[in-house]
């Protein structure tokens, strides 16, 4: 079958490609290990000046890619255009700092000498979603082509063109032949891609169900592996928190990336005493939104990426009303082209519905009202993901006392969850395991050797 970039603010088809067969994605992994014989040896400073070169690209073109972005999955471009220049941010980040975070750890023992050094482990595997069609491959491949790996991309199927643009970057920053490449395959050869010997690790970010499978497969073939998968968030509100700059916070925080971020705020939990007011200031909020054509500067809210996943949607808030939930405004599709989702606030959300349970990919936002504090952090613990948490008070002390009880891989006090270069970025539960990012990022791929002397 071929893989279609089509665009979810129109539904129309962009362009076309056929899919590698399988002799083309062997020769392009054998032709990756075969530029890591090279790759590796490169000195830190030398792959810093491509990396760096890479930067300037991304902020040079950062309006053109924006574009792209917002053509191919429907992101609002101000917030396409602002991925790009992120993802600017992260190739400086690591090449400033690569060398220095992986330099050797000397520890004192019953030898003459004895410590640990940091080795690239070869050809990374990289299974990467469309909802942040930049970030998600940069964050993964700037530390893994800084530690002196090489990367593959198998990039969702609806992103190729996003996909080729990014090699086709690599490229002119002057990367080596095979350092970076993209793969343009179905789902269907995953497993094939995985099993080849030149593969050393695999990461993926994605849905809890890929997870599972690309887990399996991985440990099947022994290749190490780093998952990201879904989170239901909580957003907890306690009652001395500012309610107009957590409502606006969780606005943004809910239909950032048109609500299809695995850190978004999901679960709104609000505490009784402060429940109507906050519920007031978000509707109010909410129906302000402006929904239109993502390419449009002034659009708050564009179209889902794909007509299943509205179909998902529609399908999780119907059957959370027919369990009780209350629609306050919103609620169902918009007519006409595209795959437009109203964006829409459930209230007397519970325990048994898709908005409590589930993962909710879209412009949806589940108010929760809880009696205090202690039921709000029960609350908040109470699902199967664990990925980010915010808490919204003006007492920070009890924030970060509340903060050591939320089980997620974690949580922001008054601020939205986030990625930062600087921080390392993942989950529990399940919401994956493993690290992206900060030092524990890069060391996710790499071999800790140790070396005794006597």
């Not at 497993?191 to 809890?208: H, M, Q, R, W």
Request: hydrophobic share 45%; net charge neutral.
């Amino acid at each position: 079958m071929p893989i279609k970039s089509i665009n979810p603010a129109t539904g129309k088809e962009i362009q076309s490609f056929p899919e590698l067969s399988r002799e083309e994605i062997e020769k392009i992994v054998t032709k990756a290990g075969e530029a890591f014989k090279n790759w590796r040896n490169v000195a830190f400073p030398e792959r810093g000046i491509l990396m760096k070169k890479v930067a300037g690209i991304l902020r040079d073109k950062s309006n053109i890619y924006g574009r792209l972005i917002t053509q191919e999955m429907g992101k609002p471009l101000s917030q396409a255009i602002a991925e790009v220049e992120k993802c600017a941010v992260v190739c400086d980040y690591y090449a400033e700092n690569t060398e220095k975070i992986l330099t050797r750890e000397v520890v004192s023992t019953d030898a003459s000498e004895s410590y640990m050094q940091f080795e690239p482990l070869g050809v990374i595997l990289a299974i990467m979603p469309w909802n942040y069609p930049f970030w998600q491959v940069f964050r993964f491949a700037v530390p893994a082509l800084m530690a002196g790996n090489v990367a593959l991309l198998k990039h969702a199927s609806n992103v190729p063109l996003t996909a080729l643009a990014i090699q086709e970057i690599f490229s002119q920053a002057g990367f080596p032949s095979g350092t970076f490449t993209t793969l343009l395959s179905g789902p269907q050869n995953i497993e094939e891609i995985i099993s080849l010997p030149a593969i050393k690790g695999v990461t993926l970010t994605g849905s809890e169900a890929a997870g599972r499978q690309v887990a399996a497969i991985s440990g099947r073939y022994l290749k190490k592996i780093v998952l990201e998968l879904g989170g239901n968030d909580p957003f907890i509100v306690l009652p001395d928190a500012d309610l107009e700059t957590a409502a606006r916070a969780a606005i943004a925080g809910r239909l950032i990336n048109n609500g299809q971020s695995c850190i978004a705020a999901k679960r709104l939990i609000i505490v009784k005493s402060v429940y109507t007011d906050f519920e007031q200031k978000l509707v109010k909020l909410m129906r302000q939104v402006k929904v239109g054509d993502p390419i449009d500067l002034q659009t708050e809210l564009g179209p889902l990426a794909r007509e299943d996943l509205r179909i998902e949607l529609e399908r999780q808030v119907k059957r959370s009303c027919e369990n009780g939930a209350v629609i306050l405004c919103g609620g169902q599709s918009i007519n006409g082209p595209g795959f437009y989702f109203q964006p829409t606030i459930l209230a007397n959300v519970h325990k048994g519905m898709p908005a409590y349970d589930e993962e909710l990919f879209g412009p949806v936002a589940a108010l929760i009202q809880v009696e205090d504090e202690e039921e709000a952090v029960n609350l908040a613990n109470d699902t199967a993901f664990g990925l980010g948490a915010s808490i919204w008070t003006n007492d920070r002390k009890r924030a970060v006392i509340l903060a050591n009880r939320i089980e997620s891989g974690m949580v922001f006090i008054n601020g939205i969850v986030k990625s930062d270069p600087r921080l390392s970025f993942g989950g529990i539960k399940n919401s994956g395991y493993g690290r992206e990012l900060a030092d524990y990022g890069i060391k996710e791929f790499v071999n800790i050797k140790t070396v005794w002397i006597k």
